[in-house]
């Protein structure tokens, strides 16, 4: 099952502060301080595999698996795409499993989302072995949009460029 999925580009921890009611830990969660929470994913239309699938498998036997043009997403993508699919369809993908993300913990483990119940969803870390419990979360983007902070971002790293090559416009 694939579904198209606008996505605001907001961190996992401001999707948790905007929607704390699908979150099963909403305080001092383990990964408060670990820089993938707080990363921002670019916004944009994408195109999400919901299906559990390549269970199973390592990480990166995980990606090698994956359906033509789909990459493994951030971990906030999928957050939020799940819960944008949920309020819209009252489904909760991944409820029982998890889905692995491209996102890294300080420790060198995977962030992983899902067991998406009626007590909300986890976000989990994963060594990246096999397991029965992990499955792959599957996105490709099909359109962005920008956000005051992309555009911020993108002329601040444009500015440097220019500034590095002693370029002048």
Not at 9 to 33: C, I, M, N
Not at 41 to 55: H, I, S, V
Request: with cysteine; aromatic share 10%.
């Amino acid at each position: 099952m694939t579904t198209k999925i606008k996505t605001t580009g907001k961190s996992l921890l401001e999707l948790r502060d905007k929607y704390p009611q699908h979150f099963y830990v909403t305080e001092d969660a383990w990964y408060e301080k670990e820089a993938f929470a707080s990363e921002k994913p670019p916004a944009g239309e994408y195109e999400f595999d919901f299906d559990t699938r390549l269970t199973n498998l390592s990480s990166d036997e995980q990606k090698a698996n994956l359906p033509q043009g789909f990459e493994v997403p951030h971990a906030a993508t999928l957050v939020e795409a799940m819960i944008v699919h949920f309020e819209a369809t009252g489904e909760r993908v991944f409820k029982d499993c998890f889905a692995s993300t491209k996102c890294r913990t300080s420790a060198g483990r995977l962030p992983v989302v899902g067991d998406f119940d009626g007590s909300g969803l986890d976000v989990d870390g994963w060594d990246g072995s096999r397991s029965s419990r992990v499955g792959c979360g599957a996105s490709r983007k099909l359109r962005g949009f920008e956000t005051p902070e992309s555009l911020t971002a993108r002329v601040e790293k444009l500015e440097a460029i220019i500034k590095h090559h002693n370029l002048t416009v």
